[in-house]
Each structure stands twice: as C-alpha cells, then as structure tokens.
C-alpha cells in the first residue's frame, strides 16, 4: 500500500524560505514521476515542480528560480525547497507520485496522492 505523508509546512514572512517534505512508503519502483501540487482557497489545482526517476525537473512559471525539487533514494523523500516566497505561494502543497510512466512528468495524472502541507505566506 503507498502512503505519501508531508511535512515542512508553517507560516512565514514574505522573502522567507521553507522545506517541504513527503515520505513515500510502499513505493518502491525504480521507474517513476514525482510531484509537487498546490491549491490555493478558491483555486484550481497546479503543478508545482515535477522530477522523474532519471532526475529530469520541471517547473510551473510562477515558481521558476525560487523553488528546487528533489529526492533523497535511500530515504524515499520527496523535496520542496521554497525560497523568495511570496503571499501568493500561501496554498496547501501536496505530493504525488506514478510509477505507470516515469518521462513527461508534467503532464501526468497521478495516481497516489498525500494530504498535504499547510503554508501561508504573510506580507
């Protein structure tokens, strides 16, 4: 059974910075994409930043050259480091992850999904 939990979330001053992370257990294919998704109150979803399993990302505009994502193999973790944020960056920030297709990441639609991490941007 795959369980995508987060963490990292909290509120903070615009300009500040932040980590997310997502655990993925159960999930253990050598194949895969993975995703960071955002939704704001009120907002559709959106693609945040992607990485497939050979290391490729991608990122939305909004977010290009503040934020960085990334994993750690041996501890099955997902990253997001926020930097330069932003009150518009204020959403809940939630993972997911598909082993069916590990190329074209950003067009996906993923099957596992987490719960999600709360942050809040203050001006």
């Known amino acids: 059974q795959v369980q995508l939990v987060e963490s990292g979330g909290g509120s903070v001053q615009a300009g500040g910075s932040l980590r997310l992370s997502c655990v993925a257990s159960g999930f253990t294919y050598s194949r895969y994409c993975m995703a960071w998704f955002r939704q704001a109150p009120g907002a559709e979803r959106e693609r945040v930043a992607t990485?497939?399993?050979?290391?490729?990302?991608t990122y939305a505009d909004s977010v290009k050259g503040r934020f960085t994502i990334s994993k750690d193999n041996a501890k099955n973790t997902l990253y997001l480091q926020m930097n330069s944020l932003k009150p518009e960056d204020t959403a809940l920030y939630s993972c997911?992850?598909?082993?069916?297709?590990?190329?074209?990441?950003?067009?996906?639609?993923?099957?596992?999904w987490g719960q999600g991490t709360q942050v809040t941007v203050s001006s």
């Open positions: 990485i497939a399993s050979g290391g490729i990302t």
């Open positions: 997911a992850a598909d082993a069916r297709r590990w190329y074209s990441c950003s067009t996906l639609n993923y099957n596992y």
